[in-house]
C-alpha cells in the first residue's frame, strides 16, 4: 500500500537555527514528490517536484532533497516567516494524477 | 492573474441539511481536484475532473457527496443530509495538466456541521 509519513509532527526553533523535516515514502515507481507549505486558514503553497534520487532543488532557505526512501527538507537559518506546515505528497506508478499526502510537519520558528 | 477561488470561505449547517461549495479554477488549467482535510490530518482525496473526460469519483466517501464541473470552468461538490463527520476543511486545486504538474490551491471552505 502507497504511504507517505512525515517527522516530526512538530517542530520549534529559535530563529537561525537549521534543522530538517523528514518524509518517508513507500510507493510502486515513484512518479514525483512533492513539497508544499500551508498556513492556517489557507490551501497549500507549491513549493518543489523531485522526480529522482539523488536530484535536489532550492528556494530561499528551503533545499529539498530525495532518495529511494525518502525526502528531507532542510531549512538553513530559519525566520519567524517560515514558520508553516509542511506537507508532502507522492504520485505513485499506479495512477495518473492521485497524490498520496503525509500529515504534514507544523513547524514554529521563535523570534 | 486570479488565483483558485472558493466560497464560501465558512460554512456553518445544522445536521440533515444540504451545502453546496463552489470552486472556480484558474483560468485555461483543465484539471481539477477535490480534497477534505480534517484537522491535523493530511488531504483525503474525494474527486478529480480531467477536461471533457468522466471523472474519477473514487475518492467519495458516501454517496450522499456528489459533485460536478461544467466543462473546464466552475465546480461544485454538493453534500446532502451533511452529518458531524463532515465537519473539515474542503480544498479545492486546479493543474494545468494531469497529476505531473504542481497543484494550485484554493483558500478552503471550512465546513461545521452543528
Known amino acids: 500500500e502507497d504511504q507517505v509519513t512525515q517527522s516530526p509532527e512538530a517542530l520549534r526553533l529559535q530563529e537561525g537555527e537549521s534543522s530538517s523535516l523528514n518524509c518517508s515514502y513507500t510507493v510502486s515507481g515513484l512518479r514525483g514528490l512533492f513539497w508544499y507549505r500551508q498556513d492556517p486558514g489557507k490551501g497549500p503553497e507549491f513549493l518543489f517536484t523531485?522526480?529522482?534520487?539523488?536530484e535536489e532543488k532550492e528556494k530561499e532557505r528551503l533545499k529539498a532533497t530525495l532518495t529511494k526512501k525518502e525526502s528531507f527538507l532542510h531549512i538553513t537559518a530559519p525566520k519567524p516567516e517560515d514558520s508553516a506546515t509542511y506537507l508532502c505528497?507522492?504520485?505513485?506508478?499506479?495512477?495518473?494524477?492521485?497524490?498520496?499526502w503525509g500529515a504534514g510537519t507544523k513547524l514554529i520558528i521563535k523570534p | 492573474g486570479a488565483g483558485v477561488s472558493q466560497s464560501p470561505s465558512n460554512k456553518v449547517t445544522e445536521k440533515g441539511k444540504d451545502v453546496e461549495l463552489r470552486c472556480d479554477p484558474i483560468s485555461g488549467h483543465t484539471a481539477l481536484y477535490w480534497y477534505r482535510q480534517r484537522l491535523g490530518q493530511g488531504l483525503e482525496f474525494l474527486i478529480y475532473?480531467?477536461?471533457?473526460?468522466?471523472?474519477?469519483k473514487s475518492g467519495l466517501p458516501s454517496d450522499r457527496f456528489s459533485a460536478e464541473r461544467t466543462g473546464e470552468s466552475v465546480s461544485t461538490l454538493t453534500i446532502q443530509r451533511t452529518q458531524q463527520e463532515d465537519s473539515a476543511v474542503y480544498l479545492c486545486?486546479?493543474?494545468?495538466?494531469?497529476?505531473?504538474?504542481?497543484?494550485?490551491f484554493g483558500p478552503g471552505t471550512r465546513l461545521t456541521v452543528t
Open positions: 505528497a507522492v504520485r505513485g506508478g499506479d495512477s495518473n494524477y492521485q497524490l498520496i
Open positions: 486545486a486546479s493543474s494545468p495538466r494531469d497529476g505531473s504538474y504542481e497543484q494550485y
Open positions: 523531485l522526480y529522482s534520487a539523488g
Open positions: 475532473f480531467q477536461g471533457n473526460s468522466a471523472p474519477d
